[in-house]
T-cell receptor, first 115, second 114 residues
Framework: EPEVTQTPSHQVTQMGQEVILRCVPI?????FYWYRQILGQKVEFLVS????????KSEIFDDQFSVERPDGSNFTLKIRSTKLEDSAMYFC?????????????FGPGTRLTVL | DQQVKQNSPSLSVQEGRISILNCDYT??????FLWYKKYPAEGPTFLIS?????DKNEDGRFTVFLNKSAKHLSLHIVPSQPGDSAVYFC?????????????FGTGTRLKVLA
């Protein structure tokens, strides 16, 4: 069964450093998402991406964040200058098409720890 | 602004009994609702969904009920099994958003006791 994959599974970084989180969505899916979950809290929407551009972003997704689909296969989330409060699980998801009764499939997540 | 709420952070149920997980929402534009199951250090796994045009959807041991007038949905698991122990999130989306982003509830930790 096709699945969303994410690398690395755990990333530790120093405050102020740049990190890139990688995702490989399901191959024929067209819509891509990043969510995050701070420990013990709910899963929060960050950004959606379609047709090589951001279609929607949340208030969390400020200028420190960017997304890219560099090669038609990978979907990356970059945090330019990490802060302590960026520590969270980051989940990538993909969706075949944005119609009712379709379902997003989530990757296993990357745990980001900012020291 | 908590558009999707799960008011019970935890629930314990005996094996073989029914588990009922509840979810309330405030945005009347939501038209698609889902339940995801999540184990620690894993991504959410899709469980079951329901469109706003229905009031019930069933898949094996799992049934989701939607009460649009009350803006309430519930997930019934019967019979409950120890392997069902996990955190359950309800999520909602709206066609009007154009992107079908999901808004998640805070989760309910279900523990099924053997």
């Amino acid at each position: 069964e096709p699945e969303v994959t994410q690398t690395p599974s755990h990333q530790v970084t120093q405050m102020g450093q740049e990190v890139i989180l990688r995702c490989v969505p399901i191959s024929n899916h067209l819509y891509f998402y990043w969510y995050r979950q701070i420990l013990g809290q709910k899963v929060e929407f960050l950004v959606s991406f379609y047709n090589n551009e951001i279609s929607e972003k949340s208030e969390i997704f400020d200028d420190q964040f960017s997304v890219e689909r560099p090669d038609g296969s990978n979907f990356t989330l970059k945090i330019r200058s990490t802060k302590l409060e960026d520590s969270a699980m980051y989940f990538c998801a993909s969706l075949l098409e944005a119609v009712a009764a379709d379902t997003q499939y989530f990757g296993p997540g990357t745990r980001l720890t900012v020291l | 602004d908590q558009q999707v709420k799960q008011n019970s952070p935890s629930l314990s149920v005996q094996e073989g009994r029914i588990s009922i997980l509840n979810c309330d929402y405030t945005n009347s534009m939501f038209d698609y609702f889902l339940w995801y199951k999540k184990y620690p250090a894993e991504g959410p796994t899709f469980l079951i969904s329901i469109s706003s045009i229905k009031d019930k959807n069933e898949d094996g041991r799992f049934t989701v009920f939607l009460n649009k007038s009350a803006k309430h949905l519930s997930l019934h698991i019967v019979p409950s099994q120890p392997g069902d122990s996990a955190v359950y999130f309800c999520a909602a989306s709206a066609k009007a958003s154009g992107t079908y982003k999901y808004i998640f509830g805070t989760g309910t930790r279900l523990k099924v006791l053997a």
